[in-house]
């Protein structure tokens, strides 16, 4: 951007003026507090977050899938996960950790469908406060 330092330019280091020179993009001047933006933590501590919420995300859809596989695994019942047993506390994480099993287990030739036991339904109650208290933005994408 300033032309300092060093950079990369298709697989090359060069000088910062060399890679922007044949890149062919102009040197920026800063304004007022422009430096200053560039420099300032914010930025990064945003990007940081917003990566630590991707990854948390990636680790609830997870233990979903794990919760499925293990009920695969031991020949589980799928009726704990029934959404009428969850509308009754209308919690949205435990909402939708159940449809997420369910989904998961649609097709499964390895689970039943009877009476619930109080076993299988630790996976619902697993991750129900973490999604619980997500933006239902971010709940949109499990």
């Known amino acids: 951007m300033l032309g300092l330092g060093q950079a990369y330019y298709k697989g090359e280091l060069l000088s910062g003026q060399e890679a922007l020179d044949r890149a062919g993009i102009e040197k920026i001047q800063l304004a007022a507090k422009e430096g200053l933006a560039l ?9 940081i977050g917003a990566l630590a919420t991707y990854d948390g995300i990636q680790l609830l859809k997870l233990s979903d899938i794990a919760g499925a596989l ?21 919690q949205s994480g435990q909402l939708a950790t159940a449809r997420n099993i ?22 619902t109650h697993s991750a129900v ?14």
């Open 39 to 47: 420099i300032n933590g914010t930025t990064v501590l945003t990007g």
């Open 70 to 90: 293990s009920m695969e695994v031991h020949n589980g019942i799928t009726s704990p996960f029934e959404e009428d047993l969850h509308s009754i506390r209308p």
């Open 129 to 142: 406060f973490l999604k619980s208290m997500e933006p239902a933005r971010i709940q949109s994408l499990m």
């Open 102 to 123: 369910r989904n998961l287990l649609e097709g499964s030739k390895k689970t039943q469908p009877l009476q619930p036991n109080n076993g299988s339904k630790i996976l």
